[in-house]
Nanobody, 118 residues
Framework: QVQLVESGGGLVQPGGSLRLSCAAS????????MGWYRQAPGKQRELVAT???????NYADSVKGRFTISRDNAKNTVYLQMNSLKPEDTAVYTC????????????WGQGTQVTVSS
């Protein structure tokens, strides 16, 4: 069984920073990619950023230049450094990953709340 556990959410003022972490555990053979999605109240879930095992990254236009995704392959952990946060970044942020156990499957975390407000 594979689990993704997020941490690092919370309340921050506009312009502030937060760092999210997501650790994958269980019977993992390999992780193809890891990523972050978010869903704000009344809106559809949207992609924030992804990173492959080789380090290739992809970002939503709305977060380019402010957010940075990184990963520690040895720890099966992905990070999302969020700087210059805006109120519109408020959402539940959820980690996901494509993992071979050896069967290939997409896994999701439980989500962590990020609130940007003064």
């Amino acid at each position: 069984q594979v689990q993704l556990v997020e941490s690092g959410g919370g309340l921050v003022q506009p312009g502030g920073s937060l760092r999210l972490s997501c650790a994958a555990s269980g019977s993992i053979l390999s992780i193809y990619y890891m990523g972050w999605y978010r869903q704000a109240p009344g809106k559809q879930r949207e992609l924030v950023a992804t990173i492959t095992s080789g380090g290739n990254t992809n970002y939503a236009d709305s977060v380019k230049g402010r957010f940075t995704i990184s990963r520690d392959n040895a720890k099966n952990t992905v990070y999302l450094q969020m700087n210059s946060l805006k109120p519109e970044d408020t959402a539940v942020y959820t980690c996901n990953a494509a993992i071979a156990t050896p069967s290939y499957q997409i896994y999701w975390g439980q989500g962590t709340q990020v609130t940007v407000s003064s």
